[in-house]
């Protein structure tokens, strides 16, 4: 069994990216500049958006952050998205979700301008992915690509179990997994809340990408011998062992289905630092596009 090391590749990541900075500076360029919109005081929104700002920081980037207060309305929330469409010092941004529950959030995401947004969540920029077409992939699955990609891991007529279909992760994990590319090309099953005998389906996996945010739901008896198995879930549990009072658990049973697998994503560590990395790398390919 191999682990796959999340915060090394997305070190490796960032790292690369920098020596892209620099090359762009050396050539008289602009250095990409990615603003992310917070509206209102949710706690794990603002450890993302700390998280964000410091990763630009790391690689060279600027970054803007706009706080907006929670009473914010959908048409002022509107009218900031045009300000930052229009705003040629800008070449990308995110609104962080999820949004108070008074904005529609498809909404503003239908108005963020497709070139910027390199959350990948414009229907344009889903309807590009989904036609294999180069576009912004969204950053999770795109995370995901990466670590199949960077570890070698043949992808190519095998059989892929997706478990969840969020908008965010699982759906676009399975059309990733399916295009004719590499990684992908694989026989890809998409489970949910509505399957019936998900176990028969994940025995027959040799891919399981499991994004459902249940805690330890994938046990070893239902994983076959040599899967890949790549855990997305993670949720905050307590813990009466650990300083802060919880710990963070992914959507496997890691102690026993890991001896089972050939390749695995440890929770915290795995899939969870790949995703600012991602957002980076989009957001490079937003300047790169233009100049
Ligand atoms: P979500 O809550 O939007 O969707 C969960 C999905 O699970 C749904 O599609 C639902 O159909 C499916 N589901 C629920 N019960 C099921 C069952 N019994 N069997 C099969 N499918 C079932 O999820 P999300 O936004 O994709 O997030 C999933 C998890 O991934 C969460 O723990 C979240 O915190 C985590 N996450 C991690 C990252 C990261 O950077 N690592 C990014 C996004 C989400």
Redesign the pocket.
């Known amino acids: 069994m191999q682990l796959i090391d999340g915060k090394k590749i997305s070190s490796d990541i960032l790292d690369e990216i920098m020596i892209q900075v620099k090359e762009l500076q050396a050539r008289g360029k602009k250095v990409p500049h990615l603003a992310t919109v917070l509206v209102g005081d949710d706690g794990a929104s603002q450890t993302y958006v700390a998280a964000k700002v410091k990763a630009c920081e790391r690689v060279g980037f600027e970054s803007t952050l706009v706080r907006l207060p929670e009473s914010t309305s959908e048409q002022e929330l509107l009218e900031k998205v045009n300000e930052l469409n229009a705003n040629s010092a800008i070449d990308a941004y995110i609104v962080q979700m999820p949004l108070p529950k008074h904005i529609n959030e498809q909404k503003i995401i239908e108005s963020i301008f497709p070139q910027k947004d390199v959350d990948g969540f414009h229907p344009q920029n889903v309807g590009k992915m989904a036609l294999n077409l180069p576009t912004y992939l969204p950053?999770?699955p795109y995370?995901i690509i990466q670590l199949l990609k960077r570890y070698n891991i043949s992808t190519e007529g095998k059989h892929c179990v997706v478990?969840?279909?969020?908008?965010?992760?699982?759906s676009p994990m399975s059309i990733l997994m399916a295009r004719n590319s590499n990684p992908g090309n694989c026989t890809v099953t998409l489970?949910?809340?509505?399957?019936v005998n998900?176990k028969e389906h994940t025995l027959l996996a040799d891919i399981i990408i499991i994004?459902?945010?249940?805690p330890e739901?994938l046990t070893a008896n239902m994983v076959k011998q040599g899967a890949v198995v790549i855990d997305?879930?993670?949720?905050r549990v307590a813990s009466a062992q650990t300083k802060s009072g919880f710990k963070l658990l992914g959507?496997v049973k890691f102690d026993e289905v890991a001896p089972k697998c050939s390749y695995i994503t440890p929770v915290p560590g795995?899939?969870?630092p790949?995703?600012i990395a991602s957002l980076l790398m989009n957001t490079l390919l937003a300047v790169n596009s233009k100049n």
Do not use: P, Y
């Open positions: 950053a999770t995370g478990i969840g279909r969020s908008n965010i992760v699982g489970c949910h809340s509505k399957t998900l994004a459902l945010g249940r739901f997305v879930g993670i949720t959507d795995g899939v969870g790949m995703t």
